[in-house]
């Protein structure tokens, strides 16, 4: 059973982005995640991270879209 809630660090490696990148990505408010306990630490729910995976697809298929390749050897 996978855990409902990981680590920054976590998410940082599956995401294959360094830890200070998820770090601002939460502070910034991109990645829901909740503080908890007496030192505060950063926790991302399981279901939300998948929610911004889908979000990220969802943007990326815009730009897509948006900004086709150019076809530069006139072909």
């Known amino acids: 059973m996978e855990p409902r809630?990981?680590?920054?660090s976590d998410v940082a490696a599956e995401l294959?982005?360094?830890?200070s990148q998820v770090y601002h990505m939460v502070?910034?408010?991109e990645l829901p995640a909740i503080k908890?306990?007496?030192r505060g630490q950063w926790?991302?729910?399981r279901a939300r991270l998948e929610e911004y995976i889908q979000q990220k697809y969802a943007e990326t298929a815009g730009w897509v879209r948006d900004n086709p390749l150019s076809d530069r050897d006139g072909e």
């Open 5 to 8: 809630f990981l680590l920054l």
């Open 36 to 38: 908890i306990g007496g």
């Open 27 to 29: 502070r910034s408010g």
């Open 16 to 19: 294959n982005v360094s830890d």
């Open 43 to 45: 926790r991302v729910e």
